[in-house]
């Protein structure tokens, strides 16, 4: 059986398991108060261009929206997202346990129309009986989306600049940034991220790391007693060196975007036998995650040697799944599900 169903479903990256073995015997302090993880907030800043921002290491993406969002928000404001976004539909409303509404609005292939943003603000703020509403308090999307697209470098400029014009946080979850930032139809660098949002992590989880995620403020003043608020949201890893050493390793040597090129170019191999068999696609997505269309009858066929996500019912006959790629997935995985689409 080729598992597809995720990008999470091996260990880690060789480097991060020798590092870790290497490393197992040393002494250093916790809570991410460590060498490892001082190195690692460095690297982070030089890779950002942003020599100010405060870094912060929590396990998992959960964790750290949540933690997020509940550090920014007040207790009366709410987060807008897509309906597609991942606060609002994959979340267990974990947001929601945290006393913060996810305020969803409709978007187009996952992604928030800056337009319509706009709208949804100024209606609120310009109602005479706003008070009897849930503030809007930040903006939250993720790059790639939900579904695999992406904001093009125009689109997150035109978003910040509507955050920034009304005072509003913009956040974007980064649990697959990598995968996105190496797409061949992306305009957007991580400099440019640091750049237009107000917070954003670089995930690790989904990307060759055992576990982790690095929380990146580009205002400490938004980030102050953030250290607190980890805490009490059951983040702050005692043994906080394991997360730092792995973000080292992976930003050493450009191994992050090299291990993310090795995940989109299998994906690409992937939507071309899809695409070329005469399927279609519930989005136009050039990162790991691709949604081919197909028709019930062809999902049993594959299911037999393959394991993926069972996205949504297109229609009676047809349903659209996810098919994931990830920075281990082999060469003759992607052969023989491409073997099989072919032989449908």
């Not at 100024?122 to 695999?148: A, I, N, R």
Request: with cysteine; aromatic share 10%.
């Amino acid at each position: 059986m080729y598992r597809f169903e995720s990008d999470y479903l091996e260990g880690c990256l060789p480097e991060i398991l020798k590092k870790l073995q290497d490393t197992n015997f040393e002494q250093t302090s916790g809570y991410g108060r460590d060498p490892h993880c001082e190195r690692a907030r460095s690297l982070i800043r030089i890779a950002c261009e942003a020599p100010d921002a405060d870094v912060h290491f929590l396990v998992g993406g959960t964790q750290t929206n949540a933690t997020v969002i509940s550090h920014i928000l007040k207790p009366f404001q709410g987060v807008l997202s897509t309906d597609t976004g991942h606060v609002n539909v994959h979340e267990t409303g974990a947001i929601e346990k945290g006393g913060h509404k996810v305020l969803a609005i409709p978007g187009k292939d996952g992604k928030m129309d800056a337009h319509s943003l706009e709208c949804v603000i100024e209606s609120h703020f310009t109602d005479p009986g706003k008070e009897h509403t849930v503030q809007p308090g930040m903006v939250y999307l993720s790059f790639p989306t939900e579904l695999g697209t992406l904001y093009t470098l125009k689109e997150l400029t035109q978003i910040s600049r509507v955050c920034t014009k009304w005072g509003i946080p913009l956040f974007i979850d980064g649990a697959r940034l990598g995968y996105g930032l190496v797409s061949p139809s992306s305009d957007v660098t991580l400099p440019d991220i640091a750049r237009l949002a107000d917070v954003f992590y670089i995930g690790g989880t989904k990307q060759g790391a055992l576990f982790g995620e690095a929380v990146v403020f580009r205002d400490k003043k938004m980030s102050d007693n953030f250290r607190y608020t980890i805490k009490q949201n059951g983040g702050m890893l005692a043994k906080g060196r394991l997360i730092g050493l792995q973000f080292e390793v992976l930003l050493e040597n450009g191994l992050y975007f090299k291990a993310a090129r090795h995940a989109v170019s299998q994906a690409i191999l992937l939507k071309e036998a899809f695409r070329n068999k005469g399927f279609d696609f519930l989005t136009d997505s050039s990162t790991n995650q691709q949604f081919p269309i197909l028709p019930n009858e062809a999902i049993e066929q594959l299911s037999t040697d393959f394991s993926f996500d069972i996205w949504r019912p297109v229609d009676a006959g047809h349903t659209a799944v996810r098919v994931c790629t990830s920075w281990a997935t082999t060469d003759d995985a992607i052969s023989e599900l491409v073997r099989k689409v072919q032989g449908l």
